[in-house]
């Protein structure tokens, strides 16, 4: 097969893939309306136990959705699972900071969770990913110090926010046909 083929074939095997980025602003929304309800240092330990549910939701909603997430014969879904993988190693710098720094806690896993669309993108050849990556980040940074006394809830609104963006760009970009 070629790169092309296996991009249809990824795509038509994921039903435009959707499940994450819902998954995302379901598990985000929580965090931000939870961080108006706590204090900080717990909202924290939300935020970190809470994205770690996202992948599961998401294969939930896959399920409904008829989404394969995970595709062993798919080169392109193998590359996508180590994007994965690769944004999950980032937990070895979430914990210390968790532990030293907590009040960077947001502004890591909110960057760190989000660097798999710049592959995304390339994989769907289609710039949706890095407009999510690129937008996300800069929303987080400037949520981080704009609002710095209610981080988790402006970082978690810029997420959503990006989310939105590109579950709408997903839903209404044109596949290439089969």
Known sequence: ????????????????????????????????????????????????????????????????????????????????GLCILMVNLLWVVHIPLLLNAPEFVPLSLGVGLGLHWVVYSWIVNHPVGLIH???????????????????????SCAIIFAYLISIYQMLTRELKPA
């Open 133 to 155: 990556a690129i937008l996300r980040s800069v929303l987080i940074v400037a949520a981080w110090y704009l609002f710095p006394n209610d981080g988790i809830l402006a970082i």
């Open 1 to 80: 097969m070629t790169l092309d083929d296996y991009r249809r074939e990824f795509e038509q095997s994921s039903n435009r893939s959707v499940s994450m980025p819902i998954a995302g602003t379901i598990i985000w929304a929580v965090v931000a309306v939870l961080s108006t309800q706590l204090n900080e240092g717990t909202a924290v330990y939300i935020l970190l136990f809470a994205t770690g549910a996202i992948f599961p939701t998401a294969l939930m909603i896959a399920k409904i959705r008829n989404e394969n997430l995970v595709s062993p014969s798919n080169p392109l879904a193998k590359l996508m």
